[in-house]
Nanobody
Framework: QVQLVESGGGLVQPGGSLRLSCVASGFSFSRYVMHWYRQAPGKERELVAHISSPGGSRSYADSVKDRFTISRDNAKNTVYLQMIDLKPEDTAVYYC???????????WGQGTQVTVSS
């Protein structure tokens, strides 16, 4: 059974940092590209970052470039999102997504809430 479990969200002040984790199970994690998405209230879900299966290729949304870093540890079946200099507009539920895994277009985690507020 495919599972993606995110953690690491929380309440942080503007300018603060958080590191999100997504632990995968039930599939050959090292073979798949992994994505982080986010969805703010009243907005569509948007792609934040993705990382290739070996981990050498990464890309980011313009809104998070130079502030967010995606990485993965294939030995731990985990993908990370390091976020620095957080802004109120980063407030959203953050999801990891494994395209092509499981049924349909891929598999989603349950999400972790990030709130940036003073």
């Amino acid at each position: 059974q495919v599972q993606l479990v995110e953690s690491g969200g929380g309440l942080v002040q503007p300018g603060g940092s958080l590191r999100l984790s997504c632990v995968a199970s039930g599939f050959s994690f090292s073979r798949y590209v992994m994505h982080w998405y986010r969805q703010a209230p009243g907005k569509e879900r948007e792609l934040v970052a993705h990382i290739s299966s070996p981990g050498g290729s990464r890309s980011y949304a313009d809104s998070v470039k130079d502030r967010f870093t995606i990485s993965r540890d294939n030995a731990k079946n985990t993908v990370y999102l390091q976020m620095i200099d957080l802004k109120p507009e980063d407030t959203a539920v953050y999801y990891c997504f494994a395209p092509g895994v499981g049924s349909g277009i891929g598999s989603w985690g349950q999400g972790t809430q990030v709130t940036v507020s003073s």
